[in-house]
């Protein structure tokens, strides 16, 4: 990988450690993911880079950089789409319908995913 | 194998969106227009015409997959206002259909328990359905696949049991006088227009989609199968109706399939075909509750509705507020409908909406091929753009004679229809406009606190 992927790749997954603390520390997110195990696995398009949120116990548990076995629910879009809406620059549900973000779950398990937004961030 | 599977499964759902339990009661309108082998020639043209629709939904669909339908494919074909209209049309169109599907319904079971109240009949359904679903009971897509392939494989079944045990045999279907005294020949045209509300909802599988991959060849082979499936089962069992009843027994009859049912398998015939009528209803409403809330979540996520509909419940992580709106909507509705006998009138509106938003997916693809050519497609309609414009403009054309096709109710239909139109575009216009002040208003003044009351999440808005 070059540095300038590197880079990149480090900026996103600073943004999704970032995002992993704050859903971590917050306990009405805590009580919405409970009882809730998935692997979110997020594929970067543009850079062909893939992590993965382990979710479980009420938490994300892990944040891998690679796709991980699990029942799965699966996040595409491009880098800067990622960083956004990971970041709570973008509202998540505006840009899945925009379709800049593709989200492959059943609509439980989105409409869970974008509560993440709403309270973290209230957007 | 386990692509075949997959595919049955978006199979089954592809079908599920189509069935309903008011097809029978259609089948038996479309006998007053066409009847024997015209009336099947009807249903098999209708079939393939909806291919060609499916065909450009599912480009459609390989360009945004996993993305809400028609609100996100018609805002990148025709941007946001024009796209809103069409979608609030299409939500509008959802408690009144709930309303004739769940009518027709109560008139099956009502026609083998004669003592059932439909209006408290109606209100069970509903409640059951709401709870149901707000309980975040979801009927798995394995158990979904079983109840949608029993229903189609036991109407065929019905419909081979119904030719076989005619006198006269299946070739011997001809044409014959239909109740308005018209030639069947000339009434094709109108039976081809009303078929092809047999097929309508079989687009509602491509958000569900496990996978990119999925959109590349599955999703879209899965439609014109549901519909194939759907040809065979209609035509059969239309076959079946004509050779075993009279004329007198299907015009006019909602329920032709209940008088069907005792002539095959005798004085109990009935009850089988009120339990096929009741899993039709359920596919049709447990998809239309759960896919019409989630569209009117994203909807107000996005900030165009209240942000009060958009407050999920901690403990379950549903929409609840959006399944309640839904859910005591259609109640309503099939209220109004049931105490004021309008649900031939809601059926045709429902009808030419769908026509309207055909139309629209239709003319989409080229408007999208041109402006956006380079966009990924996964898969591309193999339709000549020339035939789906052509297309288009029958069902735009389709659409305004469905309105008029019952005569006497044509005005009044109309009269509703324009009304909706009107409502959905002043509300288009309202909250759009409402949604593009609040975004100009400068960060600092925005209010972003999340209120917490009873496990429920909310904007403060």
């Given amino acids: 990988m070059g540095t300038l992927e590197a880079a990149v790749g480090m900026g996103l997954r600073t943004c999704l450690e970032d995002f992993r603390e704050k859903v971590n520390r917050h306990s009405r997110i805590r009580t919405l993911l409970k009882d809730w195990k998935r692997v979110v696995v997020i594929e970067v398009t543009d850079t062909g880079e893939t992590f993965a949120f382990i979710f479980s116990d009420g938490e994300i548990k ?35 319908l925009n379709g800049q973000l593709e989200v492959f779950a059943s609509d439980r398990d989105q409409v869970k995913l974008d509560a993440i937004a709403l309270i973290l961030w209230g957007i | 194998m386990k692509k075949l599977s997959q595919l049955a499964e978006y199979v089954a759902l592809s079908i599920g969106g189509a069935l309903a339990a008011s097809s029978f009661a259609i089948l038996s309108d479309l006998l007053s227009l066409a009847t024997g082998i015209w009336l099947l020639l009807a249903i098999v043209l209708s079939g393939v015409l909806c291919m060609v629709i499916s065909a450009s939904v599912a480009e459609l669909a390989s360009m945004y997959p996993s993305a809400p339908g028609i609100r996100t494919y018609l805002k990148a074909a025709y941007g946001d206002r024009m796209s809103l209209f069409l979608t609030f049309l299409a939500l509008l169109m959802v408690p009144i259909f709930a309303g004739v599907e769940s009518y027709i319904c109560m008139l099956t079971i009502k026609g083998v328990f004669p003592s059932l109240s439909l209006y408290w009949a109606v209100t069970v359904v509903f409640v059951v359905v709401i709870s149901l679903n707000l309980a975040g009971i979801e009927i798995p897509r394995r158990t979904q696949m079983v109840m949608v392939f029993t229903f189609v494989l036991s109407v065929i079944g019905i419909g081979i049991c119904a030719i076989c045990g005619s006198t006269s045999g299946i070739l011997s279907i001809a044409p014959r006088e239909t109740a308005g005294g018209g030639v069947s020949l000339l009434n094709l045209g109108g039976a081809m227009g009303g078929a092809i509300f047999l097929f309508m909802g079989f687009e509602w599988v491509t958000p569900l989609g496990r996978s990119p991959a999925a959109y590349k060849h599955m999703i879209p082979i899965s439609m014109p199968l549901a519909i194939g499936f759907l040809i065979l089962m209609f035509v059969l069992f239309s076959a079946g109706l004509t050779l075993r009843l009279t004329p007198v027994q299907i015009t006019g009859n909602q329920t032709p399939h209940l008088v069907l049912g005792t002539m095959i398998f005798g004085p109990r015939g009935d009850y089988a075909m009120a339990f096929l009528s009741i899993l039709a209803m359920l596919t049709t409403f447990n998809a239309g509750l759960m896919g019409a809330s989630r569209l009117i979540y994203g909807i107000s996520r996005e900030g165009v509705l209240p942000p009060w509909l958009s407050q999920v419940s901690l403990s379950t992580g549903l929409p609840f507020r959006t399944i309640l709106l839904v859910g005591f909507a259609g109640l309503f509705v099939a209220l109004v409908e049931l105490y004021y006998n309008l649900h031939m009138q809601a059926a045709l509106i429902c009808a030419a909406i769908y026509c309207l938003l055909y139309s629209s997916l239709l003319f989409a693809v080229p408007h999208l091929r041109r402006r956006d050519a380079a966009a990924k497609r996964s898969f591309s309609s193999p339709v000549p753009t020339v035939l789906q414009g052509a297309v288009g403009v029958v069902m735009l054309l389709l659409g305004f004679a469905t309105v008029f096709s019952k005569i006497a109710l044509g005005r009044t239909s109309f009269l509703w229809l324009c009304q909706l139109m009107v409502f959905s575009l002043i509300l288009t216009l309202y909250l759009a ?29």
Avoid at chain 1, 82 to 95: I, K, M, Q, Y
Wanted: proline fraction near 5%.
């Fill in chain 2, 433 to 461: 406009r409402r949604r593009d002040k609040r975004r100009i208003v400068p960060p600092q003044a925005k209010i972003s606190t999340v209120i917490v009351e009873g496990g429920e999440v909310g904007d403060a808005g």
């Fill in chain 1, 62 to 96: 892990d944040l891998k950089c690679e796709a991980v076995e699990g029942e799965q629910i699966l996040l595409r879009s491009k880098e800067a789409t990622c960083r956004d809406v990971f970041s709570g620059a973008l509202n998540p549900a505006t840009a899945f």
